[in-house]
């Protein structure tokens, strides 16, 4: 699998060629990102960062990702509506971690004010890599499922055609043509139309709930886009305007500035620092709407990595999807070695094996957003600071996978060009609708490929680590 594009890697007129057409393209195609010294202006932009070359990836692990997608959909919701799992799965974590603790307080408060919401909205992205076991085949391992701002499903629809076209300047026609078509803002317009459609006003409007700082706003707009070209109204707006100028009226309709909203996209709001007081009266006024929101409070705890680690343990799975033994085989096959950190013998046990080969484990929070996780050296320091602490009770512990490295360029603004040794990621956009007890709507959206240099433990592409890619199917 290395060496899948061995004739031109190495050839440097023909690599310095194709990286200024790349660079063209991607601007012509619109991979777009802010720049960060004006991350809120739109009159200079760059190319956002991305692979020279396709990479390579397994085409039964490709369609097992994706076979798998409407099950963890299933799943999510499924968690999403069980009240008892989430008190049970998180009643260690919310203890220790205010983050978690405060979303879980809403969620509860919501519940006993009884829900508004009837059309209920996910849109996930499953994230995995390729693990080479001791004998080199390669497996499918979930890293984890994002449920809350899954982002890049719009400049990854533009990035094909760029792929495309450095293949064809390098003289493989053939190969371009192989490359898989990825449209995952379509797919999530479509869901959230959906979603707009069943919550049944013609003159409501979408509302992204977006950042301060908006470097990603291109991201956005693909999939904005596609609304306004359904004609649906799309207005964006911060926490701080939804605490300004937000109200309820008597059946719990959300109005902003006038307008009435049906759905609120959150684009904003899964990490600590977007959150003050004023923030979290806007996060429970949203709650308690009518509106559909994209992810509903239940849904983002969905996604906690506590709750990934209690989905690894015997029998979580048939609980959660009764009746569905073949939705439960497809989604174990994908799950790494996940292990709790709660106090007791067995957390002691896992602790200790950690400090002992940090290596072998990835140290988790409950954090979205990737630069969050810990590795060797700091996983070994951390824990041993709160192995006898409630606080390791907020972390997860996983086995670290570990993926065949491949040659790549990475081509960010202002850098050198410079062949890396490079892992990928694969996610799988995940969309669904549900109206009140019936599931109108579950698909896979489409698909994002995330390289970066193996010298990085962690990141994301808006992390600055990783940057997009085009799966090149072997």
């Given at each position: 699998?290395?060496?899948?594009?061995?004739?031109?890697?190495?050839?440097?007129?023909?690599?310095?060629?194709?990286?200024?057409?790349?660079?063209?393209?991607?601007?012509?195609?619109?991979?777009?990102?802010?720049?960060?010294?004006?991350?809120?202006?739109?009159?200079?932009?760059?190319?956002?960062?991305?692979?020279?070359?396709?990479?390579?990836?397994?085409?039964a692990l490709f369609e097992q990702a994706y076979a798998v997608q409407q099950d963890f959909n299933l799943l999510v919701d499924a968690i999403s509506q069980n009240k008892e799992f989430l008190e049970h799965t998180l009643a260690s974590t919310?203890?220790?971690?205010?983050?978690?603790?405060?979303?879980?307080?809403?969620?509860?408060?919501?519940?006993?004010?009884?829900l508004a919401q009837s059309v209920f909205l996910g849109i996930n992205r499953s994230d995995y890599m390729f693990d080479c076991g001791v004998d080199g085949t390669p497996a499918l391992k979930q890293i984890e499922i994002n449920t809350i701002?899954?982002?890049?499903?719009?400049?990854?629809?533009?990035?094909?055609?760029?792929?495309?076209?450095?293949?064809?300047?390098?003289?493989?026609?053939?190969?371009?043509?192989?490359?898989?078509?990825?449209?995952?803002?379509?797919?999530?317009?479509?869901?959230?139309?959906?979603?707009?459609?069943?919550?049944?006003?013609?003159?409501?409007?979408?509302?992204?709930?977006?950042?301060?700082?908006?470097?990603?706003?291109?991201?956005?707009?693909?999939?904005?886009?596609?609304?306004?070209?359904?004609?649906?109204?799309?207005?964006?707006?911060?926490?701080?305007?939804?605490?300004?100028?937000?109200?309820?009226?008597?059946?719990?309709?959300?109005?902003?500035?006038?307008?009435?909203?049906?759905?609120?996209?959150?684009?904003?709001?899964?990490?600590?620092?977007?959150?003050?007081?004023?923030?979290?009266?806007?996060?429970?006024?949203?709650?308690?709407?009518?509106?559909?929101?994209?992810?509903?409070?239940?849904?983002?705890?969905?996604?906690?990595?506590?709750?990934?680690?209690?989905?690894?343990?015997?029998?979580?799975?048939?609980?959660?999807?009764?009746?569905?033994?073949?939705?439960?085989?497809?989604?174990?096959?994908?799950?790494?070695?996940?292990?709790?950190?709660?106090?007791?013998?067995?957390?002691?046990?896992?602790?200790?094996?950690?400090?002992?080969?940090?290596?072998?484990?990835?140290?988790?929070?409950?954090?979205?957003?990737?630069?969050?996780?810990?590795?060797?050296?700091?996983?070994?320091?951390?824990?041993?600071?709160?192995?006898?602490?409630?606080?390791?009770?907020?972390?997860?512990?996983?086995?670290?996978?570990?993926?065949?490295?491949?040659?790549?360029?990475?081509?960010?603004?202002?850098?050198?060009?410079?062949?890396?040794?490079?892992?990928s990621e694969l996610g799988i956009f995940g969309v669904y609708v549900r109206h009140g007890k019936e599931m109108v709507m579950n698909e896979a959206a489409g698909h994002l490929l995330r390289t970066k240099a193996i010298e990085h433990a962690?990141?994301?592409?808006?992390?600055?680590?990783?940057?997009?890619?085009?799966?090149?199917?072997?």
């Amino acid at each position: 699998m290395a060496a899948l594009w061995e004739d031109v890697l190495h050839n440097e007129p023909a690599i310095r060629e194709a990286a200024a057409v790349a660079v063209d393209v991607a601007l012509l195609e619109g991979v777009l990102m802010r720049t960060e010294e004006q991350p809120n202006m739109s009159d200079v932009v760059n190319y956002a960062p991305f692979t020279l070359l396709p990479s390579a990836v397994p085409s039964a692990l490709f369609e097992q990702a994706y076979a798998v997608q409407q099950d963890f959909n299933l799943l999510v919701d499924a968690i999403s509506q069980n009240k008892e799992f989430l008190e049970h799965t998180l009643a260690s974590t919310i203890k220790v971690d205010d983050f978690t603790a405060q979303l879980f307080r809403i969620h509860m408060q919501v519940l006993e004010e009884g829900l508004a919401q009837s059309v209920f909205l996910g849109i996930n992205r499953s994230d995995y890599m390729f693990d080479c076991g001791v004998d080199g085949t390669p497996a499918l391992k979930q890293i984890e499922i994002n449920t809350i701002a899954a982002s890049f499903g719009g400049l990854t629809s533009r990035t094909v055609a760029v792929h495309g076209q450095v293949l064809k300047v390098l003289g493989k026609s053939k190969e371009a043509s192989r490359l898989l078509p990825n449209n995952p803002s379509k797919g999530l317009a479509l869901g959230i139309a959906k979603a707009w459609e069943l919550y049944g006003s013609q003159s409501a409007v979408v509302m992204f709930l977006v950042e301060e700082v908006q470097r990603n706003i291109f991201d956005q707009r693909c999939v904005e886009n596609e609304l306004w070209n359904r004609n649906i109204r799309v207005i964006r707006k911060r926490f701080r305007d939804v605490f300004e100028k937000g109200s309820l009226d008597d059946a719990k309709r959300l109005y902003i500035d006038g307008q009435e909203v049906a759905v609120v996209y959150y684009r904003e709001g899964y990490v600590p620092k977007n959150y003050d007081q004023q923030n979290w009266e806007a996060r429970l006024l949203l709650e308690r709407s009518r509106a559909v929101k994209c992810p509903d409070i239940a849904t983002q705890l969905a996604g906690t990595k506590k709750v990934q680690q209690e989905l690894s343990q015997p029998g979580t799975l048939e609980r959660l999807l009764p009746g569905r033994a073949e939705a439960v085989a497809r989604i174990r096959a994908t799950f790494a070695g996940l292990y709790s950190l709660d106090e007791g013998e067995e957390g002691d046990k896992i602790a200790a094996a950690a400090i002992a080969d940090p290596d072998r484990f990835v140290l988790k929070p409950q954090r979205e957003g990737g630069g969050n996780n810990l590795y060797g050296e700091e996983l070994r320091q951390v824990l041993q600071k709160i192995r006898d602490s409630p606080e390791r009770t907020s972390y997860i512990l996983m086995d670290k996978i570990k993926p065949q490295p491949a040659m790549n360029y990475l081509l960010r603004a202002h850098s050198p060009l410079q062949v890396s040794e490079c892992i990928s990621e694969l996610g799988i956009f995940g969309v669904y609708v549900r109206h009140g007890k019936e599931m109108v709507m579950n698909e896979a959206a489409g698909h994002l490929l995330r390289t970066k240099a193996i010298e990085h433990a962690d990141g994301g592409v808006a992390a600055g680590v990783a940057v997009l890619d085009t799966p090149y199917l072997v």
